[in-house]
């Protein structure tokens, strides 16, 4: 079950990343650039970031600081980072970027009309329709 999980991760990593809230797209964000081998320091919370329900992020728990110690293995970072760029700055807009469903009917529509009413740009849905009537 979890090589599957994994298998499925890597070759879409957009379905984790559509899932994530804001805090979390920071989160990932940080992650992210702390780079191969870093780790990032967080204040220990009642409950667990979803990275880590998912166990994409590797935890080392120090009850006597209150911390948490996150670090996220590369192969996981690279395929996460690839994708998370617009949702991460959407989250920072507060906006909420579409989900991996989305984007796929988006790409369907687009196929089935036969011109491109819609266009995936970064993992972003682009809706081209003109204003006329």
């Avoid at 682009?126 to 204003?131: E, F, G, Q, W, Y």
């Amino acid at each position: 079950m979890s090589v599957r999980l994994a298998a499925g991760m890597l070759e879409e990593p957009i379905e984790i990343v559509s899932r994530l809230s804001k805090t979390e797209l920071l989160l990932l964000e940080e992650l992210i650039k702390a780079g191969p081998n870093n780790y990032v320091e967080k204040k220990l919370r009642k409950t667990f970031y979803m990275l880590q329900k998912w166990g994409l992020v590797l935890t080392h728990e120090d009850l006597a600081k209150n911390k948490w110690y996150l670090l996220m293995p590369d192969e996981v970072r690279i395929a996460l980072e690839s994708v998370s760029g617009p949702y991460i700055a959407m989250a920072k807009e507060g906006k909420k970027g579409p989900t991996a469903k989305e984007l796929r009917m988006a790409s369907i529509m687009g196929d089935i009309l036969g011109h491109s009413d819609f266009t995936i740009v970064n993992g972003m849905v682009i809706n081209h329709r003109s204003s006329e009537s």
